[in-house]
């Protein structure tokens, strides 16, 4: 129910898709404001957490979601390099995570 009326009163700003390696563990979650608050919302789960700003929400999937997709209009890739990531040139090349489109690798530990 908390995620139908998040879903009605908010704005969907990310989401992220993926799986566990196992075939039917696929999942989205969504990342979506609210006045001041962002809701998170797993598909089928309902409203997970909340958090203070978008920031706090993307530096936790891009740390532990490697090899899902993301999708976030706004993220900018100095935010996305300062995480440690690096545009990941050759299709081939093992990424951490594909963020709007591209396959972004991890460049350091750093996070």
Same mark, same amino acid.
Request: glycine content about 10%; aromatic content about 10%.
């Given at each position: 129910? !908390? !995620? ?9 700003? !990310?989401?992220?898709? &993926?799986?566990?390696? #196992?075939?039917?563990? &696929?999942?989205? #979650? *969504? !990342? @979506? ?5 962002? %809701?998170? #919302?797993? *598909?089928?789960?309902?409203?997970? $957490?909340? =958090? ?6 993307? +530096?936790? @999937? #891009?740390?532990? =979601?490697?090899? @899902? ?6 993220? *900018?890739?100095? %935010?996305?390099?300062? /995480? &440690? ?8 090349? *093992?990424?951490?995570? $594909?963020?709007?489109?591209? +396959?972004? /690798? +991890? ?5």
């Amino acid at each position: 129910m !908390a !995620a139908a009326v998040v879903e009605v009163l908010g704005t969907k700003l !990310a989401m992220l898709t &993926g799986d566990y390696g #196992i075939p039917g563990s &696929g999942e989205a #979650i *969504e !990342a @979506w404001r609210v006045g001041k608050k962002i %809701f998170v #919302i797993v *598909e089928g789960s309902g409203v997970v $957490e909340v =958090f203070k700003d978008l920031e706090l929400v993307l +530096r936790h @999937w #891009i740390r532990d =979601f490697q090899g @899902w997709v993301l999708t976030c209009p706004g993220v *900018e890739d100095s %935010f996305l390099q300062a /995480r &440690g990531l690096a545009l990941s040139a050759d299709s081939d090349e *093992e990424y951490w995570i $594909e963020i709007n489109g591209r +396959r972004w /690798r +991890r460049r350091s530990a750093r996070t």
